[in-house]
């Protein structure tokens, strides 16, 4: 569960600051890579917040 934690929080960030990049250089594909930014974030948050509430009880 920690593996998955940390690899959609990795994947959210890499693709949030790709499309950050790509929109200031005016290259295709940033806006299908803010899109997948923010659907691995709402993984991220989701596995975050069920590896946090397993591990306190």
Known sequence: MK???YLTGVLALCCFIL???FKI???MGAP???I???VFAC???ISFAIY????SS
């Open 3 to 5: 593996r998955i934690v």
């Open 43 to 45: 993984f991220f948050i």
């Open 52 to 55: 946090k509430f397993r591990g």
């Open 36 to 38: 997948s930014s923010a």
């Open 19 to 21: 499309s950050g990049a």
């Open 32 to 34: 299908l890579l803010l």
């Open 25 to 27: 250089l005016q290259l």
